[in-house]
C-alpha cells in the first residue's frame, strides 16, 4: 500500500544556465539567459522529487542569488534535512525554519521537492496535497520587454492570433517615465481596448513620480499597477491605492502572511502578487492567499521567470488558492529556449493547463541537464 512514511536520503542542488528567446528589459537589468537552481531530492525507499529555485538577474532583483541560494542549500538545509521523515512536509519545514533565516528561495526549492515525492509515493498530484484544486487550468499573461514598442506590438498581435495570450505586461521603470508613459499608451492604442494592459514599474519611482505617472497610465486605460515604489514605503503605496481607481498590486512589497498582514491592514494594495519563493514554499504561499482573501484582496500568481519545474509548483499551489481574481504570470517556459524537462507545459487557449499526474507532473530531461549544467565538465579538447 502507499505510504507517506521514508527518509530523506540526499538532497543535491545544480545550476543551470538556459539562453532566452529575446532580451528581457525590466526597470533594474536586462536578462539574456536565465539562471535555475534545480533541488534533487532522494529517500531511502528510492522515491525522488524535485523543486526549482530561480532569481532575476543575480542580485539584480531580490537579495537571493542562485549561487547563495546554492550555498544555503549544500552547506545548511541540506545536512539539517537528511536522515527527517520525507512525508512530514510542515516537520520539515519548521526544522528548516527554526535553524535557518531567510533563504526563502530555497526553501521553496526543497518543499516543492519534499511534495513531489510525497505525490510519487502516494500517487497523487501536489495540488490534491494541498487540498484539492480549484481550477487545473489558469490564465498566463505575457510580458512585453522587448525594449522596443513596434517590437512588442508585433509580439502582442501574434500571441493573440495564436491564442496563447490575451493579458499584457509591461515592464517600465527604466528611463523618463513621461517615455515609459508614451510607450504603454502606444501599445494600448494599438492592442486595442478588449486588451487588458498592465504594467510593472518594479519600485523605480518615487511617489510624486508615481502620482503623475499613474494619472496618465490611468488615462491610457492600463488595467493594473504593479510595485510603482520601493519595497518599504507601504505608505506611500496605500497614499496611490487610496487616490486611483486603477488597481494597485504589491509585489516586491509582499513575501509571506506577516507582510499580507500588515499590508492589509494598512490598505496598502488592492492585489497581491504570490510567487512561492518569496513565501518560502507552496504552502506559505496558500497562507499569504488566506489573508488576502479574508481581507477581500484580490490574488494574482506571480512568477520569478522559472522554468518548467518551479513555473508547475507554482501553478499548483495558485490551483488551490481561494481565488486568482488576476490571473498568473506563468510564462517563464515560454522565455526560454530551452529547458531540463522531458515535456513543456502544456500553454493553450490562454491558459496553463495541469495534469492529475503524480507528484509535479514533470520529468527531468537527464540529458538536457548534463548539457547545461554549470559545473559541466567539459571533456573535448579546443
Ligand atoms: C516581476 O517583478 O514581477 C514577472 C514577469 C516578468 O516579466 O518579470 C517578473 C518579475
Ligand atoms: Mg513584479
Given at each position: 500500500?502507499?505510504?507517506?512514511?521514508t527518509?530523506?536520503e540526499?538532497?543535491?542542488?545544480?545550476?543551470?544556465d538556459?539562453?532566452?528567446i529575446?532580451?528581457?528589459?525590466?526597470?533594474?537589468?536586462t536578462l539574456?539567459?536565465?539562471?535555475?537552481?534545480?533541488?534533487?531530492l532522494r529517500c531511502?525507499?528510492?522515491?525522488?522529487?524535485?523543486?526549482?529555485?530561480?532569481s532575476?538577474?543575480?542580485?539584480?532583483?531580490?537579495?537571493q542569488?542562485p549561487?547563495s541560494?546554492?550555498?544555503?542549500i549544500?552547506?545548511?538545509l541540506?545536512?539539517?534535512?537528511?536522515?527527517?521523515d520525507?512525508?512530514?512536509?510542515?516537520?520539515a519545514?519548521a526544522?528548516?525554519?527554526?535553524?535557518?533565516?531567510?533563504?526563502?528561495y530555497?526553501?521553496?526549492?526543497?518543499?516543492?521537492a519534499?511534495?513531489?515525492?510525497?505525490?510519487h509515493?502516494l500517487?497523487?498530484?501536489?495540488?490534491?496535497l494541498?487540498?484539492g484544486?480549484?481550477?487545473?487550468?489558469?490564465?498566463v499573461?505575457w510580458?512585453?520587454?522587448?525594449?522596443d514598442s513596434?517590437?512588442?506590438?508585433d509580439?502582442?498581435?501574434?500571441l493573440?492570433e495564436?491564442?496563447?495570450h490575451?493579458?499584457?505586461?509591461?515592464k517600465?521603470?527604466k528611463g523618463?517615465p513621461?517615455?515609459n508613459?508614451?510607450h504603454?499608451?502606444h501599445?494600448k492604442?494599438?492592442l486595442?481596448?478588449?486588451v487588458?494592459?498592465?504594467?510593472?514599474?518594479?519600485?523605480?519611482?518615487?511617489?510624486?513620480?508615481?502620482?503623475?505617472?499613474?494619472?496618465a497610465l490611468?488615462?491610457?486605460?492600463?488595467?493594473?499597477v504593479?510595485?510603482?515604489?520601493?519595497?518599504?514605503?507601504?505608505?506611500a503605496?496605500?497614499?496611490?491605492?487610496?487616490?486611483?481607481d486603477?488597481?494597485i498590486?504589491?509585489?516586491?512589497?509582499?513575501?509571506?502572511?506577516?507582510?499580507a498582514l500588515e499590508?492589509a491592514?494598512?490598505?496598502?494594495a488592492?492585489?497581491?502578487a504570490l510567487k512561492?519563493?518569496k513565501?518560502?514554499?507552496?504552502?506559505?504561499?496558500?497562507?499569504?492567499?488566506?489573508?488576502a482573501?479574508?481581507?477581500?484582496i484580490?490574488?494574482y500568481?506571480g512568477?520569478?521567470?522559472e522554468?518548467s519545474?518551479?513555473?508547475?509548483?507554482?501553478?499548483?499551489?495558485f490551483a488551490?488558492c481561494?481565488?486568482?481574481?488576476w490571473?498568473?504570470?506563468?510564462f517563464?517556459p515560454?522565455?526560454l529556449?530551452?529547458?531540463?524537462?522531458?515535456?513543456?507545459p502544456?500553454?493553450?487557449d490562454f491558459?496553463?493547463?495541469?495534469?492529475?499526474?503524480?507528484?509535479?507532473?514533470?520529468?527531468?530531461?537527464e540529458?538536457?541537464?548534463?548539457?547545461y549544467?554549470?559545473?559541466?565538465?567539459?571533456t573535448a579538447?579546443?
Open positions: 500500500p502507499a505510504t507517506s512514511s527518509t530523506i540526499s538532497i543535491e542542488s545544480i545550476i543551470v538556459l539562453p532566452t529575446r532580451a528581457h528589459q525590466l526597470a533594474m537589468t539574456h539567459r536565465q539562471s535555475l537552481v534545480i533541488v534533487r531511502a525507499d528510492g522515491s525522488t522529487g524535485v523543486g526549482e529555485a530561480t532575476i538577474g543575480g542580485l539584480a532583483y531580490g537579495d542569488s549561487e541560494t546554492q550555498l544555503a549544500d552547506t545548511y541540506a545536512p539539517l534535512l537528511i536522515g527527517q520525507a512525508g512530514n512536509v510542515n516537520a519545514m526544522l528548516m525554519n527554526r535553524h535557518v533565516q531567510g533563504q526563502s530555497a526553501k521553496s526549492a526543497i518543499e516543492t519534499l511534495l513531489d515525492a510525497l505525490g509515493r500517487g497523487q498530484p501536489v495540488h490534491a494541498l487540498g484544486a480549484l481550477r487545473t487550468s489558469m490564465p499573461l510580458t512585453l520587454a522587448s525594449g513596434a517590437r512588442d506590438v509580439e502582442a498581435l501574434g493573440m495564436a491564442r496563447r490575451r493579458v499584457f505586461k509591461l517600465i521603470g523618463d513621461a517615455a508613459v508614451a504603454v499608451a501599445i492604442r494599438a486595442g481596448d478588449e487588458l494592459i498592465t504594467v510593472d514599474v518594479n519600485q523605480a519611482w518615487d511617489e510624486t513620480t508615481a502620482q503623475r505617472s499613474i494619472a490611468e488615462q491610457a486605460g492600463v488595467g493594473l504593479e510595485q510603482p515604489v520601493a519595497r518599504r514605503h507601504r505608505a503605496l496605500a497614499r496611490l491605492a487610496a487616490r486611483f486603477v488597481p498590486m504589491a509585489d516586491e512589497s509582499i513575501n509571506g502572511p506577516e507582510d499590508l491592514q494598512e490598505a496598502a488592492d492585489v497581491f512561492i519563493s513565501a518560502g514554499g507552496l504552502l506559505n504561499t496558500l497562507r499569504t492567499a488566506a489573508v482573501e479574508a481581507a477581500g484580490g490574488l500568481g512568477t520569478l521567470l522554468g519545474i518551479g513555473s508547475i509548483a507554482s501553478a499548483h499551489a488551490a481561494p481565488q486568482l481574481r490571473g498568473t504570470e506563468l517563464g515560454l522565455l529556449k530551452d529547458d531540463i524537462v522531458t515535456a513543456r502544456d500553454f493553450r491558459e496553463l493547463h495541469l495534469t492529475q499526474a503524480p507528484g509535479l507532473g514533470v520529468s527531468v530531461d540529458d538536457k541537464l548534463a548539457f549544467r554549470r559545473d559541466r565538465q567539459r579538447v579546443a
